[in-house]
């Protein structure tokens, strides 16, 4: 149980395009999401915490306008980068978290974004 | 502020050698500590947590909040264990989970 999916697993775009990435619960309801950033070679870093039904807490230095969060269901969060450039180009991992006092982060696959 | 420090990219040991995975973090309050594994092109899962006091895979950790530190040991690495370790703390409220830059360990035959 607590598998956690996403899609695309990659994408490659144009600078300019956005990109939208889903994050999916597929077999529990996810309170909380979460949105993370790897560069090559380094840690994750956190992005934004996504409650669903309401707006995204951004980490600092994350641009929420340009990065678009939303967790409209208790199963679905989708990350939209807009207005891409090849410095987006990453690895964007979710995790979701069952909550009611479990608080294990269970993590998707990743999608790995080229912006060309 | 809140940060995890995994201080050697790379740990390389021979098979049924001791590994010990060093992570210290700065927080002024009780904070909860995490590993987590990465295996080659498989996800992020959790390894163990501090609260838990128990062993997985022949790991464990203890949290020395003298020291402040959560090292992660096993008395003898199997080659299975290669992997990226990561450390990683929260201070509660919505579980934000902060990420040391981890540590690959490449245990060799």
């Known amino acids: 149980g607590a598998v956690v999916s996403q899609h695309p697993s990659r994408v490659i775009c144009k600078s300019g395009t956005s990109v939208k990435i889903e994050c999916r619960s597929l077999d529990f309801q996810a309170t909380t999401m979460f949105w993370y950033r790897q560069f090559p070679k380094q840690s994750l870093m956190l992005m934004a915490t996504?409650?669903?039904?309401?707006?995204?807490?951004?980490e600092q230095g994350v641009e929420k306008d340009k990065f678009l969060i939303n967790h409209a269901s208790l199963t679905l969060s989708t990350l939209t980068v807009t207005s891409a450039h090849p410095e987006d180009s990453s690895f964007y991992i979710c995790s979701a978290i069952v909550g009611a006092g479990r608080d294990e982060q269970f993590f998707g696959p990743g999608t790995r974004l080229t912006v060309l | 502020a809140q940060r995890v420090t995994q201080p050697e990219k790379l740990l390389s040991v021979f098979k049924g050698a001791p590994v010990e995975l060093k992570c210290n973090y700065s927080?002024?309050?009780?904070?909860?500590l995490f590993w987590y594994v990465q295996y080659s092109r498989q996800r992020l899962q959790l390894l163990l947590r501090h609260i838990s006091r128990e062993s997985i895979k022949g790991f464990t950790a203890d949290l020395n909040k003298g020291e402040t530190s959560f090292h992660l040991k096993k008395p003898f690495a199997q080659e299975e264990d290669s992997a990226m370790y990561y450390c990683a703390l929260t201070t509660g409220g919505y579980n934000k989970l902060i990420f040391g830059a981890g540590t690959r360990l490449a245990v060799h035959p």
């Open positions: 996504s409650n669903e039904g309401s707006k995204a807490t951004y």
């Open positions: 927080y002024s309050g009780s904070p909860e």
